[in-house]
């Protein structure tokens, strides 16, 4: 399954035999990979990462005539940091960045050119949509949708089945960037389990966001907003 | 693992050598088959499909004494249409025809029974439960739940987080059809993220419904709902 | 793949060739292990049991620094009861215990050290979370979140799309078992779908919640709430 010859795999690295690499990828030192994972070519795993069973990394994207967006034609390398973890069935598409120390949960999906900081936890049946970043420290908890083009900062937290959008037209204008606006989250935000966040609002850093919420507007820094639709209820010190 | 003296699998096609073909399946031209995928019997892959790492196909329903409901005894095949795309880790089951260019995205679930149309979106971590049927172009975005015993319909935008159910007891008067009934949401109707449409319930055609509301009853044609219960805030156009 | 002389496996059970078992195990009669499933050492199947496609079971839950909680150091066995059913992508994390008869639908995750009672519905890409207690005859449907360190009782029904929390600092204050507390179920309780129970509340006996309701306090038994923040809407018989 492995050819040695075009790939750079430390010796100390053990890939299940069941494992399929797809092409020319890096492995760095004790590195583990379960059985039934797939990686696609172009894909770097730093030192101690554990990526387990039928999870797949580095698969490049593909449309139908059913999707709005066009993909980006030049996709580069899928890096996954120094002792991460790829729970089993994750699917990391192409030109992903992961940083160290990152846990990816059971099933979640990773779309491209997507960047993740450091000491993230993205957890189970989470998607995190195309070209989002994320800073480091962060946590998105069970469940939750992250929209494509998000900006999310550091040390956020984000609870489970939390709805994410960029489109105020529900699909009937098409897909142009010019209007398609994800959320941005700045750092130290904290959201409430089946919160709904509209497109292009703005979560002013530290500010909280009660469980339950629909924010269809910005929120200032460091205010606590709860309810439907999301008010300010008090100051947070 | 392929059997070609009972199957028709067209010399074009590309079947990974992990793949695993558990019975009589048609693959026409220029398919592709990834790593890992189980192929129940009974499966009709059409041209230019592909079938990403881990996705099963085909699967028969198994029922334990948990379940309310019983399974129809007579499953038909398994059908997916010309240039669609079943992505890694879906679970097909049997007797699901699935139209012409139509993605169905990671670890999205259709059971048994189910009708999708052409150029349909189903996203990811989706569940299209039994007996239901989706006109054409019409989107399914993340982690929403079609209930069974529904009726979609086409050019429908359904957001992400989206709660469709047909039991008005929550389980406690047992499985009878004659007071099971999902909502029936017709053409063009655009529904918001993390909404939440209740038994029976009729979207009429063109209407809209906001992000987090909760449908407790019809919606006429051509009006936008939200809140919760969701009234008739304006007509459209 | 398997080495009959460390395991105990029934001669009437048939296990793929693809399946991985990677230490002790024990299989009881007529069981069917499908295609790519991996059980990790120390999983006990009774009779009868199917565990489909991808399925990995009694896999050590893997920290990293992201992660507040610490693992607890012993785990105990996996035990699945006879006549259950284990769908294609589940994860059954160790030391997990679950009763006969229930369903573990697709996709679904269920962590280290919970006990799961018999003939229970755990339905499509649900999570139940470390240390949860669940009684029989109860059914959790599609994209449910179960937190960690709840316990719910017998003859319970929750919702699609339910999400449940045990933090209601969102993380600002680390993981401490002194004020992390899931919400506490009791038996005969139906909660709609799409409805949100916040930390530490008790759903009292044979309460009902409505769809979309947040419940921040506790529910007396044998009453519908509804709304945000659910209210007693009336007394059930």
């Given at each position: 399954m492995v050819d040695n010859n075009s790939n750079r795999i430390d010796p100390s690295a053990i890939i299940a035999s069941t494992a399929k690499i797809l092409g020319k990828v890096a492995i760095d030192r004790n590195v583990v990979v379960h059985d039934f994972v797939t990686l696609y070519p172009n894909v770097n795993i730093g030192a101690n990462v554990e990526i387990f069973e039928g999870a797949v990394l580095g698969k490049p994207p593909t449309g139908t005539k059913a999707l709005a967006r066009r993909f980006s034609p030049e996709l580069k390398s899928t890096d996954v940091g120094k002792d991460s973890i790829i729970s089993p069935h994750c699917v990391i598409y192409a030109d992903v960045r992961i940083g160290e120390g990152t846990l990816v949960g059971d099933n979640a999906s990773i779309r491209e050119q997507c960047r993740i900081g450091k000491y993230c936890l993205i957890s189970r049946n989470v998607t995190i949509n195309y070209n989002t970043i994320i800073g480091d420290f962060t946590k998105v908890f069970e469940n939750t949708v992250i929209t494509g083009n998000m900006v999310i900062g550091s040390r956020v937290f984000i609870g489970a089945l939390v709805a994410t959008t960029n489109d105020n037209n529900l699909g009937r204008r098409?897909?142009?960037?010019?209007?398609i606006a994800g959320p941005i989250i700045e750092d130290n935000v904290g959201i409430g389990s089946g919160a709904n966040i509209l497109p292009g609002v703005r979560l002013g850093a530290g500010c909280m966001v009660g469980a339950g919420a629909v924010v269809t507007k910005d929120v200032p820094p460091k205010t606590l907003v709860m309810g439907i639709p999301a008010r300010v209820v008090r100051d947070l010190e």
């Open positions: 098409g897909y142009d960037e010019s209007f």
